[in-house]
């Protein structure tokens, strides 16, 4: 598996999610999106929203 990048734009981060089927559905201080699945079950991005900042960090 690919690693995430380093300091991937906001933007860049959001759309590739969006390009997942993922909508956001609250946008403040951070951003959180979910996923309608074909059972109409939703499924959310992991544990914790993402941080509503300019370039998201990737883990060492």
Not at 31 to 36: G, N, S, T, Y
Request: hydrophobic share 45%; net charge positive; charged share 25%.
């Amino acid at each position: 598996m690919a690693k995430f990048p380093k300091d991937a734009s906001r933007t860049r981060v959001v759309a590739a999610l969006e390009a997942l089927g993922f909508q956001i559905v609250r946008e403040r201080e951070h951003i959180a999106m979910v996923r309608e699945n074909a059972d109409g079950a939703t499924t959310p991005v992991g544990q914790a929203p993402l941080a509503y900042w300019p370039a998201c960090r990737g883990s060492a």
